[in-house]
């Protein structure tokens, strides 16, 4: 069994910051893309960021257009690990935030955290 836990959410005004962070526990597993998704509520989840390794060095980072500039995806994949800094966050980011993992080799989310809320005040 793996497990994908987040941390880092919170309640912050328009223009803070927060880092949120994840990580795998339970059964090991090799992974070369982890990622962020949010879901709003009334609204389907969407792509925020994702991080892609080649051995352990980071080979592409993603961004969905609305967080471009001001969130950073960055991550460890020896140790499973993936975090999210966001900067200038708006109302709009408002949403639960969820990190997903690949297995390595697979072109598909198969791991998924429970998610963590952030809520930014206008």
């Known amino acids: 069994q793996v497990q994908l836990v987040e941390s880092g959410g919170g309640l912050v005004q328009a223009g803070a910051s927060l880092r949120l962070s994840c990580a795998a526990s339970g059964r090991a597993f090799s992974t070369d893309t982890m990622g962020w998704f949010r879901q709003a509520p009334g609204k389907e989840r969407e792509f925020v960021a994702r991080?892609?390794?080649?051995?352990?060095?980071?080979?592409?980072?993603d961004y969905a257009d609305s967080v471009k500039g001001r969130f950073t995806i960055s991550g460890d994949n020896t140790k499973n690990t993936v975090y999210l800094q966001m900067n200038s966050l708006k109302p709009e980011d408002t949403a639960v935030y969820y990190c997903?993992?690949?297995?390595?080799?697979?072109?598909?989310?198969?791991?998924w955290g429970q998610g963590t809320q952030v809520t930014v005040s206008s």
């Open positions: 997903a993992a690949q297995v390595a080799g697979d072109t598909s989310y198969k791991f």
């Open positions: 991080i892609s390794w080649i051995s352990w060095r980071v080979s592409a980072t």
